[in-house]
Structure formats: structure tokens, C-alpha cells
Antibody, heavy 118, light 107 residues
Framework: EVQLVESGGGLVQPGGSLRLSCAAS????????MDWVRQTPGKGLEWVGR??????????DYAAPVKGRFVISRDDSKNTLFLVMNSLKTEDTALYYC?????????WGQGTLVTVSS | EVVMTQSPATLSVSPGERATLSCRAS??????LLWYQQKPGQSPRCLIF???TRATGIPARFSGSGSGTEFTLTISSLQSEDFAVYYC?????????FGQGTKLEIK
């Protein structure tokens, strides 16, 4: 059974940093691209970024609002996806999901809440 | 960036009736479109991929159609569990973009 479990959310001040993790199980993590998606009441769902497999280069793509501030990485030995968020802004407040597409099926974690506020 | 526009924002339909939800892309996305359902407190669930293929375990009352810039999600006979928010997502390039959602409510 595919499982994705996010952690690391919390309250952080504007300008601060946070690292989110997504522990994956039930599939061969190193074989798949992974995604981060966030959701806010005001802006709805927004794709944050994606990371390729090492075979495909291991690089990441980012949405414009987070490019240069957020970094996606992966540790295939630990089946874990990361999202490091720097220079956080109040508009980054959201529920952050990790997501994977495998064999024409779509899997999401339950999300971890990030609140950016002073 | 492709802009996805869903209509209507809210749709009121009685159980047992048909619901038709629309999604329009600002430029062609071919058939690179997914439909999601989201209920309160839950993560989004994929209903349709490739614009018209039902995901595993999705009931046959859900169907998707369209290509290019115009897409439709049809729920043929609404059940109580279908009242939720529905989103379209295009993934023809980068970044992927969602529509703003259609809330399907009980009439």
C-alpha cells in the first residue's frame, strides 16, 4: 500500500525557514518523480515543485512564487522527500502535501500545515 | 503559464440528477488534464486522467471529455457522497496549474 506521510510543519515568523519531510512507503521511491503541492483557502491548490529521479537527473522545478526560496531534495536511501523553505512570507501559509503518480494512480499525503505569522 | 478557468463556481443539483462541470484552458493542453474531487478535511482524489480515463476505483457515473482547451466532467446520477469541490489540473508543461474549483452542493 502506498503511503505518504508529511511532517515538519508549524508556526514560523516571516523571513524564517522550515524543512518539511515526506516519508514514503509501498513503492520503489527511487523510481518515481515526486511533487509538493500546497493549498490555501484564498488561492486554492498550487503546485509548488517537483523533483526528478536520479536517473532523470535528480533536478527540481519550482513554481514562480517559490523559486529561489524553496529547495526540493530527496534521499532515496531513506525513501524521504524534503522541502526546505527559506525567506518565508505570510502568503506561504498553507497546507503542504507531497504527491506521487504511479501506474496511472495518484497518491497524496494528509498534508502538514505551515503558518507564517509574526 | 496556462490559466485554467472552471465554471460555475458553485453548482446546486439534486441527488439523482446529472451534474456537468466545465474547465477551460487559456491555451491548448491536449489531453493532459486531470479531474480531482476534494471533500472537507481530505486530500484531493484523482477521478479522471488523460481528460477521459477513470482512475482506479472510480465509479462509472463519473466521466470526462474534451481536448485542447475545453473539458467537461459529468456525474450522471448524483449520490450523496459526490457533493464536494472539484478541481481540474493541467500538466501539459511546467508549471502545472489548477482551476479554482467548482463546489457541488445539494439543491
Amino acid at each position: 500500500e502506498v503511503q505518504l506521510v508529511e511532517s515538519g510543519g508549524g508556526l514560523v515568523q516571516p523571513g524564517g525557514s522550515l524543512r518539511l519531510s515526506c516519508a514514503a512507503s509501498g513503492f520503489t521511491f527511487s523510481d518515481v518523480w515526486m511533487d509538493w503541492v500546497r493549498q490555501t483557502p484564498g488561492k486554492g491548490l498550487e503546485w509548488v515543485g517537483r523533483i526528478r529521479t536520479q536517473t532523470d537527473g535528480g533536478t527540481a522545478d519550482y513554481a514562480a512564487p517559490v523559486k529561489g526560496r524553496f529547495v526540493i531534495s530527496r534521499d532515496d536511501s531513506k525513501n524521504t522527500l524534503f522541502l526546505v523553505m527559506n525567506s518565508l512570507k505570510t502568503e506561504d501559509t498553507a497546507l503542504y502535501y507531497c504527491r506521487v503518480w504511479i501506474n496511472n494512480s495518484d497518491y497524496w499525503g494528509q498534508g502538514t500545515l505551515v503558518t507564517v505569522s509574526s | 503559464e496556462v490559466v485554467m478557468t472552471q465554471s460555475p463556481a458553485t453548482l446546486s443539483v439534486s441527488p439523482g440528477e446529472r451534474a456537468t462541470l466545465s474547465c477551460r484552458a487559456s491555451q491548448s493542453v491536449s489531453n493532459n488534464l486531470l479531474w480531482y474531487q476534494q471533500k472537507p478535511g481530505q486530500s484531493p482524489r484523482c477521478l479522471i486522467f488523460g481528460a477521459s480515463t477513470r482512475a482506479t476505483g472510480i465509479p462509472a457515473r463519473f466521466s470526462g471529455s474534451g481536448s485542447g482547451t475545453e473539458f467537461t466532467l459529468t456525474i450522471s446520477s448524483l449520490q450523496s457522497e459526490d457533493f464536494a469541490v472539484y478541481y481540474c489540473l493541467e500538466h501539459s508543461g511546467w508549471p502545472y496549474t489548477f482551476g479554482q474549483g467548482t463546489k457541488l452542493e445539494i439543491k
